[in-house]
């Protein structure tokens, strides 16, 4: 697989290069860019497989690369230093990124499962991350492994999302359901903060399905689906709050 490194520290790219020479040895690095224009140019000129991206680059986000390719031919890899945000948008589209430094066995990982994805299956992802960037909060994507594949759900479809065991079970709002090998703490990471609460150890609500918190019984919510949910005593004063704010 041909690869090429956008990042703009020379000792971050001397690094990863040790790295894949050592434990990637299907993978050869045909380029190095150290800016957005560079990266575009070399990404025309070479036809990269793969790209490990930088998100942090001397002249811009490493993000606006992507925008400039309309159909994209390579799978991404991002390198980051820890961005609470960056990681966040880049789980919601199912894309794998590396912390730097970047761990020999995290790479291996991330290098094995480009080898293995189809073209089709990165485009999809790529696509929604993009789409993600573009989008007002209420039209958002999430892009999620399921039996079928890479499937891609718009967040203000989603009722709810209930443990089952190390899976959760996403509800949607016709009638639909699936089964997603996360568990409902990776949820809780990538969702609260966009308009869903987790009210219970098994339970997150979309807060624009909830239509009444009945405060008796130990306390229950009401979703769109006419189902009902218990909400725990830890998680009520969260409910609560978030209401408020809605209010």
Same mark, same amino acid.
């Given at each position: ?16 290069? =040790?790295?894949?020479?050592?434990? %990637? ?56 230093? @820890?961005?609470? @945000? ?10 794998? @990124?590396? +912390? ?19 073209? !089709? &299956? ?46 959760? %079970?996403?509800?949607? =709002? ?8 996360? &568990?409902?703490?990776?949820?809780? !990471? ?19 399905? +909830? ?8 306390? @229950?919510?009401?979703?769109? !689906? ?16 978030? +209401?408020?704010?809605?209010?």
């Amino acid at each position: 697989m041909k690869a090429l490194i956008i990042e703009d520290e020379a000792q971050a790219i001397s690094a990863l290069k =040790s790295e894949l020479e050592t434990h %990637c040895k299907d993978v050869t690095v045909i380029g190095e860019a150290k800016s957005i224009k560079e990266a575009i140019e070399k990404i025309k000129s070479l036809e990269p497989e793969l790209i490990f991206l930088d998100i942090q680059l001397s002249d811009g986000l490493g993000f606006e690369v992507l925008n400039l390719f309309k159909e994209n031919n390579f799978k991404v890899i991002f390198t980051t230093a @820890y961005s609470q @945000y960056a990681i966040k948008a880049i789980k919601f589209s199912a894309l794998d @990124y590396l +912390l730097k430094p970047i761990d020999s066995d995290e790479l291996v990982t991330a290098v094995t499962k480009a080898m293995k994805s189809s073209k !089709d &299956t990165e485009g999809i992802k790529i696509e929604n991350f993009i789409q993600n960037q573009n989008e007002i909060p209420a039209r958002k994507k999430i892009a999620l492994n399921t039996s079928e594949g890479i499937t891609v759900y718009e967040l203000e479809n989603i009722i709810k999302c209930t443990a089952e065991s190390n899976y959760t %079970c996403l509800y949607f =709002s016709n009638g639909k359901k699936t089964l997603v090998s996360k &568990t409902l703490k990776d949820f809780e !990471d990538l969702l609260c903060t966009s308009g869903f609460e987790r009210i219970h150890h098994s339970h997150i609500i979309n807060l624009n399905h +909830l239509l009444s918190f009945v405060n008796k019984d130990g306390g @229950y919510v009401i979703l769109s !689906d006419k189902s009902t949910l218990p909400v725990s005593q830890r998680k009520k004063s969260n409910l609560i709050g978030a +209401l408020g704010k809605l209010g």
